[in-house]
Nanobody, 124 residues
Framework: QVQLVESGGGLVQTGGSLRLSCIVSGRTTGIHAMGWFRQAPENDREFVCATSRIGSDTLYAEAVQGRFRIFKDNAKNALYLQMDNLKPEDTAVYHC?????????????????WGQGTQVTVSS
């Protein structure tokens, strides 16, 4: 079983930056992919970005391409999301997730383990 704990959310003005962190613990050896999803009120969970465990594949949603960057520190079992040039439409609860299965990086159904999320609010 894998446990995920996110941190780093907060309130920021349009154009600002935040860095989210996700600490992964438990049975981490079987993880094949790690990703970030977000969910705004009354919206479905939305793919943000993801990367394979060894970093050979990385995928970003079009809405965040060029503004967000996913990276990880395998030695620390940590996943990060650097968010720059934030916009009000980025406001959501951000969740990190891990998958032990193969499949499409952007599909939430691939991911078995989820963190509780961290709130990101971007004011206009």
């Amino acid at each position: 079983q894998v446990q995920l704990v996110e941190s780093g959310g907060g309130l920021v003005q349009t154009g600002g930056s935040l860095r989210l962190s996700c600490i992964v613990s438990g049975r981490t050896t079987g993880i094949h992919a790690m990703g970030w999803f977000r969910q705004a009120p009354e919206n479905d969970r939305e793919f943000v970005c993801a990367t394979s465990r060894i970093g050979s594949d990385t995928l970003y949603a079009e809405a965040v391409q060029g503004r967000f960057r996913i990276f990880k520190d395998n030695a620390k079992n940590a996943l990060y999301l650097q968010m720059d040039n934030l916009k009000p439409e980025d406001t959501a609860v951000y969740h990190c997730a891990t998958s032990s299965m193969s499949g499409v990086l952007s599909s939430p159904y691939r991911y078995e383990s989820w963190g509780q999320g961290t709130q990101v609010t971007v004011s206009s």
